[in-house]
Nanobody
């Protein structure tokens, strides 16, 4: 069964940090671009970041640039989202998703939510004092 599982969410004070993990089972992430999304109550799901299958290309939403860093360890079949300088407005359920089925060296980034084939169940991030 193909599955993505997020972990690492929790409650953190403003200015704090969290690292989210996205682990795959049933398939290898080497062949997929991986995106991070978030959805706050009453709001639409929004893209946060995407990393290519190779790890050599990334993009970020303007709201998180300079604070969040996406990375991947294909040997561990895991993608990470390091979140620093967290703000209250970062509070949301965070999801990872896999897109593409491309070659391991691909620099391609998904640009539309419809390009994502597999989704995790989400992990809650709450930023509050």
């Amino acid at each position: 069964q193909l599955q993505l599982v997020e972990s690492g969410g929790g409650l953190v004070q403003p200015g704090g940090s969290l690292r989210l993990s996205c682990a795959a089972s049933g398939f290898t992430l080497d062949y997929y671009a991986i995106g991070w999304f978030r959805q706050a109550p009453g709001k639409e799901r929004e893209g946060v970041s995407c990393i290519s299958a190779s790890g050599g290309n990334t993009n970020y939403a303007d709201s998180v640039k300079g604070r969040f860093t996406v990375s991947r360890d294909n040997a561990k079949n895991t993608v990470y989202l390091q979140m620093n300088s967290l703000k209250a407005e970062d509070t949301a359920v965070y999801y990872c998703a896999a897109a593409g089925l491309v070659g391991p060296g691909s620099m391609w980034l998904a640009t539309r939510i419809t390009e994502y084939d597999y989704w995790g169940q989400g992990t809650q991030v709450t930023v509050s004092s």
